[in-house]
Every structure is written in C-alpha cells, then in structure tokens.
Nanobody
C-alpha cells in the first residue's frame, strides 16, 4: 500500500515564501514522475509542476520563475518551494507520483495566500 502525505500548507502573505513537502511510504521500488497539482474553488485541478526521474522539470506558466520543484529519490520525497506567491495561488495542493504505470495522490494541503 503506497501512501503520499503532504505537509507545509497554511496561510502565507503575498510576496512571502512557503514550502510544501510530500513523502511517500509503502512498497516502492522506483518513482518515475513526482509532481504537484492544485485545485482552486470552482476550478478544475491543474498541474503546477512536475519533475521526472533524471531531473527534467515542467511548470505551469503561471508559476514559472516563482515556484521550484525538487525531489529526493532516496527519501521518496518531493518538495515545492513557493516564492512570491499571489492570491491567485490559493488552492488545495495535491502531491502526485507515478510509479511507472501506477498513479498515487495525496489527500491535499490547503494553501491560502492573503494579507
């Protein structure tokens, strides 16, 4: 049984910083893609950033230059450094991992960007 647990969400002021982390547990041999999605109220879930085994990254245009994704394969963790967040970044953020054909999701962590 693979489980993903997010941490680090909360309230952050516009222009501040916040770091999200996600740790995977269970029977895991190798992880292909690690990523973060988000869903704002009334909107569909969207990709924020992802990082492929080997280091290639993809970012949503709206977060490029502000957010940074990183992974630690040994610890089976992925992190999202959120710098200069904006109110429109307010959403529930979900961790995602693709274990070469098997997809897993965390339960989500709420990020609220407000002064």
């Amino acid at each position: 049984q693979v489980q993903l647990v997010e941490s680090g969400g909360g309230l952050v002021q516009p222009g501040g910083s916040l770091r999200l982390s996600c740790a995977a547990s269970g029977s895991i041999f190798s992880i292909n893609v690690m990523g973060w999605y988000r869903q704002a109220p009334g909107k569909e879930r969207e990709l924020v950033a992802r990082i492929i085994n080997g280091g290639s990254t993809n970012y949503a245009d709206s977060v490029k230059g502000r957010f940074t994704i990183s992974r630690d394969n040994a610890k089976k963790m992925v992190a999202l450094q959120m710098d200069s967040p904006k109110p429109e970044d307010t959403a529930v953020y979900y961790c995602y991992m693709d274990l070469y054909g098997m997809d897993y999701w965390g339960k989500g962590t709420l990020v609220t960007v407000s002064s």
